[in-house]
């Protein structure tokens, strides 16, 4: 509807500009024609009066003068007459009219002067007046003049009557035209074009019961409709053939995994069972500028990887409302449906206090297990009125999720991270019947460094609530039994890596998450110029490099920053030659420990720049700010190689992103043994992050790679990735949970 008033209103405006202009030359001319009228009628009556003056002048007393002036007084449109004498001075004058005023003076001197008639518009007293002097003869010379005044406010009356005339005029048609254009617009253009959105979205989701939009009968979208209605029909064999083959892929697990197959064997398996995905982190952010409302997806790879799986399941996704403007856009339960241009399942949001997001997020969950499970050399702290905010905000999510499975049979919960530990142990205690899940995204200590949590008892006992506890290796799944065989009393089972509390079993299983493979919703950036993008940004050089990583000390920034460096200083070849781009979204910048370390890398990258600048080229830049996923794919398709040094990582999904986004099968990964992602992708460089020499060298190894050797790596990085991409893993984790 935006649209459509933008084109009423520029109508308007030019329609309002053709009647101004109009009115402006109506009223010219107007203006014109009155005054010429009453110079001509002026003349006339001053040459009559004239008439009866001049025999007179000479042999009349000034009192007789008057009295001759002041017959003449109560005449129409005759404001007043004064006679001058050849001095200029007043002989005699109209009571109505003030003789001396230098105005008149100057006319009927101007008169006598020329000895001719002379006049001009004045204002006197406020009002409009047409002054006119003709001069006084006697035997030849000029004697004086006659003045008479005539009013003129008429003329201003009558061009301010034709200015509201003809607006009132533009505002009756404006008025009709905008409500006409409006209605046109409206039903035979929107109300088509809204019908045909529709109608392609029931396509894309497979509704196969939408009819086809009644626009038969409209003249101009009756080809256009017979189009789309013959897309919509492949659209729809294409998609009933792949159910098919999805169902048929069932049996095959080791078969490629895609959203339809996911899908397909979610209606299979789970039956009616509706999937609660629980978060702290929201996949989608809404925020306020102006009058305009924005969203945009978090950097987050706990986001990047479920938001797929929630697309293809449908169901309930509950996590925190944190953009100012997520309360706008939520109903009176708190709840939307995203994603926001295609709806497929629905967020529920929660709101914390600030005191509440202090304690239990900053506090307790990033300045305490955070740091503990990241063996990052960064000392935890743990506050008790911390941990009582955590305790009672898992509480609430606990209470939110009890209230959205009441009226549910057998619901499955999948909580989503540390944030919500507690949260498993609270929803098992009241539904028992719940398939309940916990996924712990980031590393699990060994059991020495996790023993100095002052109230580690408590957490691992909140996560043994759930029926299945994931972790995204083998190793964390190990130290995880450790942890629990030393501080609580249970029942191990270490072939099944079960362990067994109060009567209830919870499986502990590696899960290695992973991402969409392929991902249509990044295939918006397959077709942009790098050209540009390099252009926009100044970049000039042959080689490029990129790292995407939150503003985090787990990630390995600055001891990526000084790799970069070492590498110049011992291939000087590559200054002015190589530019790396540091993609650093913003992070937990309330916390203190986080605020330091954004300054230091701005310091550091201040400092290597200042260290190798050269005319207009300069290493590293440096982006701190939130960029779309769209965005971040881009970079990924114009760099030679991609960096990712974390010093303790569960996962890390950059490094699976990068090689899911070059289907050219070129560009090199360099990554750190430090993450979990180096499990599965072998044909990476691997590096010791903490080795700045050694990330040097793969930096210039990776850029001489040769694109026969770059194609083969990618090739069975990304055969690994379609493998076992996300679908793949959420349907191994709820083959598990549904079966328990």
Known sequence: MKQIFAAVFVIIVIISFIVVAFTLTQVQQE??????????????????????????????????????????????????????????????????????VLKTQKIAEEAMDSDAV???????????????????????????ALMIAQDASYIDTRLNEIWKSNLLRLFIQASLISIAILLIIRWLIYEPIRGLVKFLKSARRGDLEQKSPSLSTNFFFRPLIKEISNIRGSLMEARITANEEAKLGLQKLDSPWTEQRLKVFIKDVL??????????????????????????????????????????????????GSGDGDKLTVDQNDKLKVPPDEPKYTLKRIWLTEKEEAGYYYGFSNEGLWPLCHIAYTRPTFKKEDWEEYKKVNGKFAQTILSEIKNIERPIVLIQDFQLALVPRMIKNSRPDASVGIFWHIPWPNSESFSVCPWKKEIIDGILGADLVGFQTQLHCNNFIETVSREIESLLDFE???????????????????????????????????????????????????????????????????????????????????????????????????QKFTEAVEKEVERVNNLFRKNSWKPIILFKRHHTQEEIYQFYKLAN?????????????????????????????????????????????????????QTAEAIKTALELSPLEQTKKMRRMREVIKNYNIYRWSAELLKIIVNI
């Open 641 to 693: 190689v991609c960096l990712v040094t974390s010093l303790h990582d569960g996962m890390n999904l950059v490094a699976k992103e990068f090689v899911t986004a070059r289907n050219d099968n070129k560009g090199v990964l360099i990554l750190s043994q430090f993450t979990g992602a180096v499990r599965e992708l072998k044909d990476a460089l691997i590096i010791n992050p903490y080795n700045g020499e």
């Open 496 to 594: 099944q890596l079960t362990v067994t509390r109060n009567e209830h079993i919870s499986f502990v299983k590696p899960f290695p998450i992973s991402i969409a493979f392929p991902n249509p919703s990044k295939e918006k950036s397959a077709n942009f110029d790098p050209r540009k993008l390099l252009k926009s940004l100044n970049i000039k050089t042959k080689y490029i490099g990129v790292g995407v990583d939150r503003l985090d000390y787990t990630k390995g920034i600055l001891e990526r920053l000084k790799a970069i460096e070492i590498f110049l200083k011992k291939y000087p070849a590559y200054i002015g030659n190589f530019t790396f781009i540091q993609i650093a979204a913003p992070s937990r910048s309330k916390i203190k420990e986080y």
């Open 118 to 144: 002379n006049g001009d518009f004045v204002e006197l007293t406020n009002e409009k007046m047409y002054l006119l002097a003709t001069p006084l003869h006697d035997q030849g010379n000029v004697v004086g």
């Open 271 to 320: 039956k009616d069972r509706t999937i609660f995905m629980v978060s702290n982190r929201e996949p989608y952010i809404h925020t306020k500028k102006g009058r305009t409302i924005n969203y945009y997806i978090p950097a987050s790879g706990m986001v990047t990887a479920i938001e797929p799986i929630m697309q293809a399941c449908g169901g309930m996704w509950i996590a925190q």
């Open 31 to 100: 203006e014109q024609r009155l005054k010429e009228g009453l110079e001509q009628r002026s003349i006339l009556l001053a040459e009559s009066l004239k008439e009866t003056v001049q025999p007179n002048f000479i042999n009349k007393s000034d009192q007789q003068l008057q009295k001759l002036i002041d017959k003449f007084e109560d005449k129409q449109r005759l404001a007043g007459m004064v006679i001058y004498d050849n001095k200029g001075e007043t002989i005699a004058t109209s009571s109505s009219l003030i003789a001396n």
